[in-house]
T-cell receptor, first 109, second 113 residues
Framework: SQQGEEDPQALSIQEGENATMNCSYKTSINNLQWYRQNSGRGLVHLILIRSNEREKHSGRLRVTLDTSKKSSSLLITASRAADTASYFCATDDNNDMRFGAGTRLTVKP | GAGVSQTPSNKVTEKGKYVELRCDPISGHTALYWYRQSLGQGPEFLIYFQGTGAADDSGLPNDRFFAVRPEGSVSTLKIQRTERGDSAVYLC???????????FGQGTRLTVV
């Protein structure tokens, strides 16, 4: 079964704008991760945030976590056309990883 | 190799046939995951191995699906009596321990005709 649920399902922005994607989940977690998938198959790990952290940065990525609301957000600043991809959150559920349906981000040049 | 390797990259099989999908994880990674992904959907969890044992197989959809990891490295996902609904991309990932950064293979695209 899926655990996380991303919102919006699709997002289209202009290059240079910021993109915000949200993830909601149902059960308590130890960690939450964000992954990216280009058209094709492999997923690439972006960032992991632990349940005792509220915010984390990595380059142009900023992730927040609100465990009281069971939600997380991924912000990509100064987007580029190369950021076009699907983005998924993954939560741990008894130490395995479960993904949501993802947000399809399109960055127009 | 340096990454997770999945073979074959594509597999076309007839309905009712048996298929095996192979995953070679990164050397030394104890955790191994199998997912399947349909077009436009997120990866659907199938099974998680910690070492040789299946720590969680609750995602396997029915008894036609089975996975093994006999020596704690290579894993094989086995599907019996394939159905057209089994068509999907099957993804494998490994990580050094459970639930840390996972490294994904490029997947096997299974088409059941």
């Amino acid at each position: 079964s899926q655990q996380g649920e991303e919102d919006p399902q699709a997002l289209s922005i202009q290059e240079g704008e910021n993109a915000t994607m949200n993830c909601s989940y149902k059960t308590s977690i130890n960690n939450l991760q964000w992954y990216r998938q280009n058209s094709g198959r492999g997923l690439v790990h972006l960032i992991l945030i632990r349940s005792n952290e509220r915010e984390k940065h990595s380059g142009r990525l900023r992730v927040t976590l609100d465990t009281s609301k069971k939600s997380s957000s991924l912000l990509i600043t100064a987007s580029r056309a190369a950021d076009t991809a699907s983005y998924f959150c993954a939560t741990d559920d008894n130490n395995d990883m479960r993904f949501g349906a993802g947000t399809r981000l399109t960055v127009k040049p | 190799g340096a990454g997770v390797s999945q073979t074959p990259s594509n597999k076309v099989t007839e309905k009712g046939k048996y298929v095996e999908l192979r995953c070679d994880p990164i050397s030394g990674h104890t955790a191994l995951y199998w997912y399947r992904q349909s077009l436009g959907q997120g990866p659907e969890f199938l099974i998680y191995f910690q070492g040789t044992g299946a720590a969680d197989d609750s995602g396997l959809p029915n008894d036609r699906f089975f996975a093994v990891r006999p020596e704690g490295s290579v894993s094989t996902l086995k599907i019996q009596r394939t159905e057209r609904g089994d068509s999907a991309v099957y993804l494998c990932a490994s990580s050094p321990v459970g639930y840390t950064e996972a490294f994904f293979g490029q997947g096997t695209r299974l088409t059941v005709v």
